[in-house]
């Protein structure tokens, strides 16, 4: 597999990923311990942040994609089909993942590795 398609392939992953956590109904949760929740967005949107930049999307288009997403599945979580709640909170946490994700991504493109960014 080339670069390229392995960098898609994780974004792909990860996006996957993010629909089956943030979209599962209530009882498919697992009870955890208090704040897993919002570590769980902070580590999901800093993956699809890094991972969508390592696909080749620009960084704008990241961000501002990846904001809407977040705040939409807000959204779809308030429906009475899933029994979850809507939360800002989780849409900030999820904001900050998405920052850290940037972040690293800028942190890690002078690696010479298939997973850091191109100069």
């Known amino acids: 597999m080339s670069v390229d398609r392995t960098r898609q392939a994780s974004f792909a992953l990860a996006l996957v990923l993010s629909v089956g956590i943030l979209f599962a109904p209530a009882s498919a949760v ?7 929740d919002l570590v769980v967005h902070v580590v999901l949107f800093a993956a699809l942040a890094y991972t969508g930049l390592l696909a080749g999307l620009s960084r704008p288009l990241t961000v501002i994609a990846l904001l809407v997403y977040a705040a939409a599945s807000e959204l779809i ?3 009475p ?7 800002p909170v ?8 998405i920052g850290v994700g940037v972040g690293l991504s ?3 493109r002078r690696r010479a590795c298939w997973w ?3 100069h």
Do not use: E, I, Y
């Not at 697992?30 to 897993?36: D, E, I, L, Q, V």
């Not at 089909?81 to 939360?87: E, K, P």
């Not at 989780?90 to 993942?97: E, P």
């Open 30 to 36: 697992p009870s955890a311990p208090a704040g897993t």
């Open 77 to 79: 979580q308030s429906m």
């Open 81 to 87: 089909v899933l029994n979850r709640a809507a939360s």
């Open 90 to 97: 989780d849409w900030l946490a999820d904001a900050v993942g």
């Open 106 to 108: 800028l942190a890690l």
């Open 116 to 118: 850091a960014l191109p």
